[in-house]
């Protein structure tokens, strides 16, 4: 095996320039104070970002510098030193804005969560490269999932769900390494349930998840009236038991059922208990949700679910950010008011105008045009990613670059759902463009991993 050293990805490196010069000019305006009108003036934001842009076009070329196998050699190490760095964190991190996320280091704060990303993918690769995995096999499932799955429970212990969330996305890497498509099913089922259980009650939820899996035992096995019947007996006892029965009680008794239904499911493997089994799981996942909502989750998440979902409605209370945004976005027009120009900003009606809600400013300032050509240049960032990853010679590299697509994806989707009401607003960066040390460095050491992983595509010779 050798290496053949090629140019670093020229067009890559030029969308990543055109990116952070955007969230240079959007952080600008959103932070412009006419007594602080330098560039670099560290009294501001956009001075601040000014300083970190530098460091990270340092630290792009020091990656460079280094060999390839440093990353295969020490992707565990980088893993444990960031996991280690979270835990050091729950203890001597600061608070701020409710998150315990933040190590003061005199001059700046480090958010130890934001390295966690990179040094995950790093992790993952290593895990998944290795020849001797099998996502088809039970215990590495169980591995893979606690290499995603450690990071995201810390990253929650420090109160930052919105980062922790992030980590999802890495079941896109695994689907992509050979992971059945019935977990994917499994988490749009999951997804399609726990909207629903917001929006209506548990027996009407069962009601039609109960019809929809008669009208699939009818498809699968005729109309039997004995398969029917043994189905629907036990649908009726759940939607009878959600109402008159305590919600603790309750829990107690499908938990009992499911389990024995799994048993007999195993033993006798039918259709129909299989099915069954599948609904009392369902029904455990709702009820279970609906607890956590009311009795786990903040108020403040709770309020900004609602005012998503629809279920409330106040645009001077909980749903005053997401408002704001709205109409800073709007104001915009297809042109935008123009550079330094927006009111909306200016007038600091948009909250974190700088960090989560950044994309505001584009809107406002440049308008519909403007926000097209930074989406446009999000989509061929990540599009090239997925072609760089899809043209290595090695899995490592492969794998690593499918968890930069994953991450930028998820951080793309969640920020611009935020500002335009697709989502709730639940505190991700926008990559490149928010505000923030930390995010740009670790989102930069992520795609320039990749970018000197490429550069050194592993060929092997005859």
Same mark, same amino acid.
């Given at each position: 095996m050798s290496t053949k050293k090629v140019d670093p990805d020229w067009l890559t490196i030029f969308i990543?320039?055109?990116?952070?010069?955007?969230?240079?000019?959007?952080?600008? %305006? %959103?932070?412009?104070?006419?007594l602080y009108p330098k560039a670099w003036d560290v009294a501001r934001n956009y001075g601040k970002q000014f300083v970190w842009i530098g460091i990270c076009m340092l630290v792009a070329l020091i990656i460079q510098v280094f060999d390839t196998r440093f990353f295969t050699a020490f992707s565990y190490v980088i893993y444990g030193a960031v996991l280690l760095l979270l835990v050091a964190t729950l203890f001597f991190g600061a608070e701020i804005a409710g998150s315990k996320s933040w190590i003061r280091l005199g001059f700046f704060n480090l958010q130890s969560s934001e390295f966690a990303k990179f040094s995950t993918c790093l992790a993952l690769a290593s895990f998944l490269s290795n020849k001797k995995t099998d996502l088809d096999?039970?215990?590495?499932?169980?591995? %893979?999932?606690?290499?995603?799955l450690l990071p995201t429970l810390l990253i929650l212990?420090?109160?930052?769900?919105?980062?922790?969330?992030?980590?999802?996305?890495?079941?896109?890497?695994?689907?992509?390494?050979?992971?059945?498509?019935?977990?994917?099913?499994?988490?749009?089922? %999951?997804?399609?349930?726990?909207?629903?259980?917001?929006?209506?009650?548990?027996?009407?939820?069962?009601?039609?998840?109960?019809?929809?899996?008669?009208?699939?035992?009818v498809l699968r096995q005729g109309f039997q009236l004995r398969n029917m019947l043994f189905f629907l007996l036990p649908v009726v006892g759940i939607f009878v038991g959600s109402i008159y029965l305590e919600p603790l009680t309750f829990l107690i008794a499908l938990g009992v059922a499911a389990i024995l239904f799994l048993f007999i499911t195993i033993v006798s493997?039918?259709?129909?208990?299989?099915?069954?089994?599948?609904?009392?799981?369902?029904?455990?996942?709702?009820? *279970?949700?609906?607890?956590?909502?009311?009795?786990?989750?903040?108020?403040?998440?709770?309020?900004?679910?609602?005012?998503?979902?629809?279920?409330?409605?106040?645009?001077?209370?909980?749903?005053?950010?997401?408002?704001?945004?709205?109409?800073?976005?709007?104001?915009?027009?297809?042109?935008?008011?123009?550079?330094?120009?927006?009111?909306?900003?200016?007038?600091?009606?948009?909250?974190?105008?700088?960090?989560?809600?950044?994309?505001?400013?584009?809107?406002?300032?440049? *308008?519909?045009?403007?926000?097209?050509?930074?989406?446009?240049?999000?989509i061929i960032l990540m599009l090239r990613i997925i072609a760089l990853a899809e043209r290595?010679?090695?899995?490592?590299?492969r794998i690593y670059g499918y968890g930069v697509a994953s991450i930028i994806f998820f951080h793309f989707f969640i920020n611009m759902g935020m500002t335009i009401g697709l989502v709730p607003v639940i505190g991700i960066p926008l990559p490149f463009i928010s505000y923030g040390g930390s995010s740009l460095l670790a989102f930069t050491i992520l795609l320039f991993i990749l970018i000197k992983l490429d550069s050194e595509r592993l060929l092997y010779l005859r």
């Open positions: 990543y320039l055109m990116l952070v010069a955007i969230g240079y000019l959007a952080i600008y %305006a %959103a932070d412009y104070n006419e096999n039970f215990k590495h499932q169980l591995i %893979a999932a606690a290499l995603i212990r420090q109160g930052d769900a919105g980062s922790a969330i992030v980590f999802v996305s890495l079941v896109l890497v695994l689907y992509r390494e050979g992971l059945s498509g019935g977990f994917l099913l499994v988490g749009i089922l %999951a997804i399609v349930l726990f909207i629903s259980s917001l929006l209506f009650e548990f027996p009407y939820i069962i009601g039609l998840l109960g019809f929809i899996l008669l009208m699939t035992l493997k039918r259709y129909t208990v299989g099915l069954l089994t599948l609904t009392l799981f369902c029904s455990i996942y709702v009820k *279970g949700v609906d607890y956590i909502f009311n009795n786990v989750l903040k108020e403040h998440h709770r309020n900004r679910i609602g005012v998503v979902l629809g279920t409330i409605e106040d645009k001077k209370g909980v749903g005053y950010n997401l408002n704001q945004s709205k109409i800073a976005i709007g104001s915009g027009g297809v042109w935008g008011k123009g550079f330094l120009q927006g009111t909306q900003n200016k007038g600091d009606f948009v909250p974190e105008q700088s960090t989560d809600f950044i994309f505001c400013t584009v809107g406002e300032e440049f *308008g519909f045009v403007g926000s097209c050509i930074l989406m446009g240049l999000f290595q010679k090695s899995d490592f590299s």
